[in-house]
C-alpha cells in the first residue's frame, strides 16, 4: 500500500483508524523559524501527537528528528501526547558550519567603525562544493566566490576599536554537529511478548540492523552453583552452551556520516577482549581459584570506536534535480531507522511527509507507507522521488 496525501496532517489523520499503523517516522518543523518559513514557527502540537498516537499499534514505535535547541519541546509534547520516551538517538556529522555572530564585528559595526581588511581565509572546500552540484555551489558561483551558506572566501579583518579588541574571537554559537531522534513508543497490550504476537509491535529489528560485517563471538555461558571444584573441572563441567557469531555490531543510538572530522574523534580502542592467561573477574561469590582463559583465543574486535551506522547528508543524486526542499534527509538514513522499528511488510506513517525521503525509503525497503504533506510544491515532489523509486525497484 502506497498513499500519499497534499493536506493538513492534523485533518488526514482523524480520518485515519485507530490502531492502524505499525511505526512512525518522521522529520517534522524543528520551531526555530528555519529560514524564515512559517511551517517552521513552532514544534507540532500535542493534539497532532495524540492522533499519531491513536493510529499507531499498541507497542508501535514513533522516531522523529528534532533541533538542538528545540528537541526538549518536541519531546515533552510527544510524552504528554501519551508516548512513553525511549531513547535518543544522535546523528553526527562534519559539514555543518556555525551561524553565529561575530561580536566583535558588530561592536564596530553599531559603532560605525570601518575595519582594516588585513587577509582572506577560506571557508568550506570550495573547489569539492563546485563540483558536488550543490545548493552551495550555485550559491557561490551566483555571488561571485563571496562567502555564503559557509562556503566561499571571506575578508578577514582587524577590530577598529577598543571595545572591539576586548571583544574579539567571541561568538554565539557552536558549530552543528548533531541533529537528534527522538524515540518513543505507544504503551504496550501487556508484555512485550504478549504485544509482538498480537500486533507484531514493540521491538525494535536489532539483527536486521547491525552494524557492519565484522564477525563478533560471545563467550560462553558459566552456571553459577558447586565454586568450590578445582580449576581445571570447573572448566570442563560447567560451560553451557556454545560461543555465539554475529554478523555486525549491535545497533547503538549514535549514527554518524562517516566523514573524516567525525570519525577523527573517536580513538582507537579495544573492546571485549581476553587474552590468553586472562583471569576471570571473581563473579558470584567464587571461592576457589579463578578460571583462566587458555589456549591462544581471544574475544571481542579492535579498531575505531566510530564502528557505528554511518550515513552521509543528502547528495544531489539522492535529493533529486528538483528538489527545493531545504532539510532534506538521505534515502540511506530514512531506511535504517524504518527498519529498526518496523516489522517486514509493515506501513509507516510520515505525517510531515516534505519532499518524500521516508516513503522512498520505504519503498525501497518494501513497507506500506502512508505519507501527508501541506506544502503543494513539496507535496509534488515527494510524490515524483517516491514514484521514481517505485518504478526502479519495479513495483
Not at 208 to 215: A, F, I, N, P
Request: hydrophobic share 35%; with cysteine; aromatic share 8%.
Amino acid at each position: 500500500m502506497l498513499k500519499i496525501y497534499n493536506a493538513d496532517c492534523l485533518v488526514q489523520l482523524k480520518s485515519m483508524p485507530d490502531n492502524s499503523v505499525d511505526s512512525c517516522v518522521c522529520d517534522p518543523p524543528y520551531g526555530i523559524s528555519f529560514m524564515g518559513k512559517r511551517w517552521d514557527y513552532d514544534v507540532p502540537s500535542v493534539e497532532i501527537w495524540q492522533q499519531v498516537l491513536r493510529v499507531l499499534k499498541p507497542g508501535g514505535h514513533l522516531l522523529t528528528f528534532a533541533g538542538t535547541r528545540t528537541q526538549h519541546r518536541m519531546a515533552c509534547r510527544i510524552e504528554d501526547a501519551g508516548f512513553e520516551i525511549r531513547d535518543l538517538i544522535m546523528w553526527v556529522y562534519g559539514s555543518g558550519f556555525p551561524k553565529s555572530l561575530d561580536v566583535s564585528k558588530a561592536i564596530d559595526r553599531a559603532a560605525g567603525a570601518e575595519r582594516e581588511v588585513v587577509g582572506q581565509k577560506v571557508r568550506g572546500d570550495v573547489e569539492k562544493a563546485k563540483t558536488s552540484g550543490s545548493t552551495y555551489a550555485s550559491a557561490i558561483a551566483n555571488k561571485n566566490n563571496k562567502a555564503i551558506f559557509g562556503y566561499g572566501v571571506e575578508n578577514i579583518t582587524a577590530p577598529a576599536t577598543d571595545a572591539a579588541k576586548q571583544w574579539a574571537g567571541w561568538g554565539t554559537a557552536l558549530k552543528p554537529a548533531v541533529e537528534p531522534v527522538t524515540m518513543a513508543r505507544k504503551p504496550l497490550a501487556g508484555t512485550v511478548a504478549e504485544n509482538v504476537l498480537q500486533y507484531g509491535t514493540g521491538a525494535i529489528n536489532v539483527d536486521g540492523c547491525r552494524v557492519g560485517t565484522e564477525t563478533i563471538t560471545s563467550l560462553p555461558t558459566n552456571t553459577k552453583s558447586n565454586h568450590h571444584y578445582a580449576q581445571d573441572e570447573w572448566t570442563k563441567t560447567h560451560i553451557i552452551g556454545e560461543r555465539k557469531t554475529y554478523a555486525g555490531r549491535w545497533p547503538a543510538n549514535i549514527i554518524h556520516d562517516g566523514s573524516e572530522e567525525v570519525v577523527s574523534l573517536f580513538p582507537e580502542t579495544t573492546s571485549g577482549k581476553m587474552a590468553a592467561g586472562t583471569m576471570r573477574h571473581n563473579r558470584d561469590g567464587w571461592a576457589g581459584p579463578m578460571p583462566v582463559i587458555t589456549g591462544g583465543e581471544t574475544y571481542g574486535d579492535a579498531g575505531s570506536a566510530a564502528r557505528f551506522f554511518y550515513c552521509a547528508k543528502a547528495s544531489k543524486k539522492d535529493r533529486g534535480p528538483t528538489n527545493k526542499h531545504p532539510t532534506v534527509k538521505p534515502t540511506d538514513l530514512m531506511r535504517y531507522l524504518c527498519r529498526l522499528v518496523t516489522q517486514p511488510n509493515g506501513l509507516v506513517l510520515d505525517p510531515f511527509m516534505g519532499s518524500g525521503s521516508t516513503g522512498k525509503a520505504c519503498v525501497l525497503e518494501g513497507f506500506n507507507f502512508i505519507g501527508i504533506e501541506i506544502d503543494k510544491e513539496h507535496y509534488q515532489e515527494a510524490r515524483k522521488r517516491i514514484l521514481e523509486a517505485k518504478a526502479k525497484k519495479g513495483g
